[in-house]
């Protein structure tokens, strides 16, 4: 998946316990995202980055964070995990990415699967 | 506000048959369209976008996708379905002069019956 890994690829932790998934990129991409995939909803973004250390939120980023201390690293950290938590997570990444650009294309990792007991 | 809408949750058609996915969008400026496809414990993958230009879009695997401005709706079509191209499809938009988020649809389940 376009030189994407992330990890765990599996997690089941108890409800309020820290929680950190990690990305990594080996395509020098400037742009990384984390998306969350639920049913009926579809993926939505969770906080996103355009370079080291400049992180954004995205439109469902709380009880989330980041850090991007890398070009190739970009963690997410659920502070104190909570049922609703439960879902797939998805790294992304693009070359480009907003405005008027015509070159936009995200690619996508293989998943994390959270499990939050 | 942006957003994506497709109306089908699950489309079946036999194997051979045309196939379309439909999607329509809602943003204030102009939109940035795209086609992703996820198969089974798979990220998603790129299948094609639209940017300005020819209404038709053509994309990998042989999917194409028509942008229609008066409907808001950016259906992907593809002429003769394969049992291979059964997977989960998602539409996403993000509106060219304004924020910079993409927001994507609640997916389509395509199954191609052999």
């Known amino acids: 998946d376009a030189g994407i890994t992330q990890s765990p690829r599996h997690k089941v932790t108890e409800t309020g316990t820290p929680v950190t998934l990690r990305c990594h990129q080996t395509e020098n991409h400037r742009y990384m995202y984390w998306y969350r995939q639920d049913p009926g909803h579809g993926l939505r973004l969770i906080h996103y980055s355009y370079g080291v250390k400049d992180t954004d939120k995205g439109e469902v980023s709380d009880g989330y964070s980041v850090s991007r201390s890398k070009t190739e690293d970009f963690l997410l950290t659920l502070e104190s995990a909570t049922s609703s938590q439960t879902s797939v997570y998805f790294c992304a990444i693009s070359e480009s990415f907003g405005g008027q650009t015509t070159n936009e294309k995200l690619f996508f990792g293989s998943g994390t699967q959270l499990s939050v007991l | 506000a942006q957003s994506v809408a497709q109306p089908e949750d699950q489309v079946n058609v036999a194997e051979g048959n045309p196939l379309t996915v439909k999607c329509t969008y809602s943003v204030s400026g102009n939109p940035y369209l795209f086609w992703y496809v996820q198969y089974p414990n798979r990220g998603l993958q790129f299948l094609l976008k639209?940017?300005?230009?020819?209404?038709l879009v053509k994309g990998s695997y042989g999917f194409e996708a028509e942008f229609n401005k008066s409907q808001t709706s950016f259906h992907l079509k593809k002429p003769s379905a394969l049992v291979s191209d059964s997977a989960l499809y998602f539409c996403?938009?993000?509106?060219?002069?304004?924020?910079?988020?993409?927001?994507f649809g609640t997916g389509t389940r395509l199954t191609v019956i052999p």
């Open positions: 996403a938009v993000r509106d060219m002069d304004g924020a910079n988020n993409l927001f």
């Open positions: 639209y940017i300005t230009g020819d209404n």
